[in-house]
């Protein structure tokens, strides 16, 4: 899992997420690595980047290899549109994913006889999740746009890119902490109290409860504030995985890149290739002590 954010504003486009892979091992325990990337620049000197969340990848071929195929058809053949780039991402991506993903789900659907087996087939379903938002700017224009996707193995279209709005961020992955934080209660808990026999209100009514808990914002932050407020709520999820009793799904360095109206893809913050090595070494030095 992960943690992952996008935010348009009319200056540009944020992408912001934490840096754990989560590698499921057979007969063993879920290992995490802290040292995946999760936002990509698509191109050399470009005005578009990606950020993914959910599954990390496929066995036979990377995220980063698609994100460069990707590149090479858009410098043969420039996107019209931020729009158009994500349609043509939605597109390739989802013929690798239909191949190796949805073709496997399908076939265990088909098969699962007990209720278990069925449940064991929706579990893995989620779990085969995968969600995109790519965002910047298609030149000539330069007006910042962001689109986001997800893919799903029991989805059988090419998923259709939706726009997001001005002035909103998404977060995508495990948002649970970033939603408590500023919203006064995640979608799921809001859910359970709203199906709860206890709770003999309406929704409306539990919506008019927790609105005064809300931590509003003003819609149309300052660029560098946006960083802020992006690399704030990855930092403060990591931070919460960290002293509590969950998975450690969400940790590693914090990435944040931003495309703007007039400049090209940026990185904020981004970790070197050796940034794992140098962990290694500072956690030695420290138990030397």
Request: overall charge negative.
């Amino acid at each position: 899992m992960t943690i992952a954010a996008c935010y348009l504003s009319p200056e540009g486009v944020v992408f912001g997420s934490d840096s754990t892979t989560t590698i499921s091992v057979p007969s063993a325990d879920d290992r995490y690595f802290d040292f995946g990337q999760k936002i990509f620049q698509i191109g050399e000197c470009s005005t578009l980047g990606v950020v993914t969340w959910g599954l990390g990848g496929f066995q036979h071929t990377s995220y980063r290899t698609l994100y460069a195929e990707l590149a090479d058809a858009f410098a043969a053949d420039a996107p019209a549109s931020v729009e158009d780039a994500a349609r043509r991402w939605a597109a390739k991506f989802y013929s690798v994913y239909d191949g190796a993903i949805g073709a496997a789900h399908r076939e265990a659907e088909a098969n699962a006889q007990t209720d278990q087996e069925k449940k064991a087939v929706a579990d893995n379903c989620e779990r085969m999740t995968v969600g995109f938002c790519i965002g910047g700017i298609a030149m000539p224009n330069r007006r910042p746009a962001a689109f986001e996707m997800e893919f799903r193995p029991d989805g059988i279209t090419i998923p259709v890119p939706v726009a997001l709005p001005m002035g909103q961020a998404i977060f995508r992955g495990v948002p649970v902490l970033v939603h408590r934080t500023l919203y006064g209660i995640d979608p799921e808990l809001f859910g359970a109290i709203a199906a709860s026999p206890l709770w003999n209100g309406s929704t409306e009514e539990l919506i008019e409860l927790v609105a005064p808990y809300k931590i509003e914002h003003p819609a149309m932050l300052p660029l560098r504030d946006a960083i802020d407020w992006i690399c704030s709520c990855i930092q403060g999820t990591i931070k919460g995985f960290k002293f509590s009793s969950w998975a450690p799904m969400c940790g590693g360095p914090v990435e944040v890149a931003v495309v703007t109206s007039d400049r090209p893809f940026r990185w904020v913050k981004h970790k070197s290739l050796d940034a794992a090595i140098e962990a290694v070494a500072s956690d030695t030095h420290w138990d030397a002590l």
